[in-house]
């Protein structure tokens, strides 16, 4: 059984580019949630993703957008980037919405 | 609006010391509340408390929850300088009309233990 995974490791942006983000969940679980860490601060929800769809989500704006593939991997997209979407961005995924979350090694985003 | 609240937000301690760290919330749609260690990366896993009063405890660290007060702790005793890290307490919410939930973390306690 595999963990979560995610890529890249990190990368670094220029403001008003766009970023795409990927998780691979844990087998077997079909629910994906995606939060922000940015430094000196606890994790910010963004949103969950259950079949393909979004489920819940936190106070960020529509640029920051997702995807859930039918293998429940899922895509975190981020347009027009601004200098604080610089952060650590956590993708956790459970066996179904209102389970446990195991969260994923964490993509690192700097924008310059 | 959904908070939750850690202090003290650092600490610096010495080996063999004991530590508490707190935890207060207020939040809808309470589940449970979880303990993360976190040092490099992504956080991990220590604690999920459900109850009121009920301790849980694994080696050195253990933690308890009081419902009424909205209220965690987090103690560490005999510290070693592994522990050096920082600490997240977060709440889990359900959502009010679809099923799922959410993470609702503090902002974390920085402990550095020294030897």
């Known amino acids: 059984e595999t963990g979560v995974t995610q890529s890249p490791t990190h990368l670094i942006k220029t403001r008003g580019q766009q970023v795409t983000l990927r998780c691979s969940s844990q087998?077997?679980?079909?629910?994906v949630s995606w939060y922000q860490q940015a430094l000196g601060q606890g994790p910010q929800f963004i949103f969950q993703?259950?079949?393909?769809?979004?489920?819940g989500r936190g106070n960020f704006p529509p640029r920051f957008s997702g995807l859930q593939f039918p293998n429940y991997s899922s895509e975190l997209n981020v347009n027009a980037l601004e200098l604080d979407d610089s952060a650590l961005y956590l993708c956790?995924?459970?066996?179904?919405?209102?389970?446990?979350?195991?969260f994923g090694p964490g993509t690192r985003l700097t924008v310059t | 609006e959904d908070k939750v609240v850690q202090s003290p937000l650092s600490l610096v301690v010495h080996e063999g010391d004991t530590v508490t760290l707190n935890c207060s919330y207020e939040?809808?749609?309470?589940?449970?509340l979880l303990w993360y260690k976190q040092e490099k990366k992504a956080p991990t896993f220590l604690f999920m408390l459900?109850?009121?009063?009920i301790e849980k405890k694994s080696g050195r660290l253990s933690s308890i929850l009081d419902k009424k007060e909205l209220f965690s702790i987090l103690n560490i005793t005999a510290t070693q300088t592994g522990d050096s890290a920082i600490y997240l307490c977060?709440?889990?919410?359900?959502?009010?009309?679809?099923?799922?939930?959410?993470?609702?973390f503090g902002a974390g306690t920085i402990l550095r233990v020294k030897s």
């Open positions: 993703y259950y079949r393909e769809e979004e489920n």
């Open positions: 939040v809808t749609n309470f589940r449970s």
């Open positions: 087998s077997g679980h079909n629910t």
């Open positions: 977060a709440v889990e919410a359900l959502f009010k009309r679809e099923y799922g939930n959410k993470l609702v």
């Open positions: 459900t109850s009121s009063g």
């Open positions: 956790a995924s459970s066996l179904f919405p209102n389970h446990e979350q195991y």
